[in-house]
């Protein structure tokens, strides 16, 4: 048993000498993979970087979509017109008959790219029991058309609108 000991011994202690003792192109060898390891590091993490700027740029670019002058879209009363501007962070619709506003309410709003938050936080007279109302709707683009789809609530009232931009 003792003798086993000592071969496994003499085996250690030679491979621990050629680790010590290695040549200079292994040495170098080991020293082009390390460096190749931590350049493909930085490589992904750079990557991953410009991915998750893409990401975010891409997500800013669809919230900004929406901003704008909007038309809404119906064939019901073509004598009532009613438009929509969203601004970062605002919104007012108007509804006008005949050149004459006859209502009109707005308030706060958020959209992250896909889902789009309204608070009422005015409206004129017949309007005042939208105040305090909030609306979430998913968005979709389809040209220069916007479809919108949701719910306002406290009512419960399911909408599905399409809005023009009006240029």
């Known amino acids: 048993m003792e003798q086993q000991f000592s071969s496994l011994d003499r085996v250690m202690e030679s491979e621990t000498i050629s680790k010590n003792e290695a040549s200079p192109k292994s040495q170098m060898s080991r020293e082009v993979k390390t460096v190749k390891k931590v350049l493909l590091l930085l490589i992904a993490i750079i990557g ?11 997500a800013r670019s669809r919230a900004d979509q929406i901003q704008g002058v909007w038309k809404y879209v119906y064939a019901n009363d073509p004598s009532l017109e009613v438009k929509c501007i969203i601004t970062k962070g605002h ?3 108007t509804y006008v008959r005949d050149n004459v506003i006859t209502a009109s309410f707005g308030g706060t ?7 789009y938050v309204e608070n009422v936080k005015f409206g004129t007279r017949g309007y005042e029991s939208q105040i305090g109302a909030v609306g979430r709707y998913s968005i979709r683009f389809e040209g220069n058309n916007m479809r ?13 609108e399409t809005w023009e931009r009006v240029e």
């Open 148 to 160: 919108k789809t949701g719910e306002v609530y406290p009512s419960n009232t399911r909408i599905n």
């Open 48 to 58: 991953v970087g410009i991915s998750v700027n893409a990401q975010v740029s891409n």
């Open 109 to 115: 709003c958020s959209f992250d790219g896909e889902t």
């Open 91 to 93: 919104f007012v619709f």
